[in-house]
């Protein structure tokens, strides 16, 4: 039961966070917006989980889920609320501030808490039910933001958002108390932020995951720029974003059975060249129907990723420290999602989405050739989590 409503909180926050990054990118274009602000913009997204998630990590270890969950609810509420309320770039900036601190709050908790609530034979299987409902939530998110937009303008779609994000305050006020508490004394020991990075071959785990998270962020908050460029409307843009959900949903549905077969190295090398390929082919593409195919195949990439360095991320971590372990991963990861999208902007700016897309498809190919050299150790870590 308990695991049941983790599962439904992740799937409503991260359709809460999908459905805003497509809708704040397009209002601010809508409004003006240059690349590089649109960079900045995601990039806002970001800030919060980058300093802030080992901390969430650390108190989940400590005190707890219930009054994380309920804090990070109130953010998003706020934050889909804020550009309804008030018109403008300023008002998106805050805007996704708040829902990148929801997102903190929500995230690193609900990670801990797939692990705390598993049996060890079960971890597994969790994890990758839980990485179902995040596709199943970015298939949901960006379809809710084009076709609102599309139906009721910017600020009336906000407006639904912050309707639905009251939906897990409800819950956690009213089943939160059922939620597992800390253990502040397995939380304590260890000694801080090199004792979290001194077990062998976390550090390893936390760059590839980096690079899995900032090529799907890249894709998904530059795409929707290069489809408002050839003049895609915005129920257009929603579906081909969903597609890539679809396709990691697939994915993931058939991952266990992957990953019996093939080794967790050969699995991410695969992930990272196919991910790099579907970067460079994108600008060549204007139709819908091909933009959507790439999409699509770009989940089927890079969305078997995401759960096998989650479940290696835990595995890897200290006793009572897994909270801390999964945080810093997401403190890793955002500051790749704060610095890549800044970057890439000034790159759009400078000299073209081409050349956001085809850096990226370098950056994943290398990634490809980094996670081969490494293999051994991948698939060392990876087992402990069996």
Known sequence: ??????????????????AGRVIFALFALQLGAQPVEVGALAATFSVFPMFLSWPVGRWADRFGARWLLLFGGICGVLGMALPFLFRGIPALFAAAGLV??????????????????STEGERSKNFNTFSLMLALAGFLGPLAAGFSIDHAGFGAACLYLAVIALVPVGLL???????????????AHGGGLRGALGVPGLWRVLAISSLVVTGIDVFQFYLPIYCHDIKLSASAIGMILAMFSVAAFVVRAIMPMALQRYSEERILT???YVGAVSFFLVPFCANPWLLGLLSFTFGMGMGCSQPITMMMTFSNSSEGRSGEALGLRMTVNHLTRVLCPLLFGVVGSAFGLFAVFWGNGIMLGSGGMFTRIEGTTLKRSSRAAD
Request: glycine share 8%; no cysteine.
């Open 270 to 272: 695969t992930a990272f």
């Open 173 to 187: 006020l009213v089943a939160g108390h059922r939620l597992p508490a800390g253990e502040p004394k397995a939380a």
């Open 1 to 18: 039961m308990l695991l049941n409503l983790t599962f439904a909180l992740a799937l409503l926050n991260m359709a809460l966070v999908r």
């Open 100 to 117: 990148g601190l929801s997102f903190t709050f929500y995230t690193v908790t609900l990670q801990n808490l797939v692990g705390v609530l």
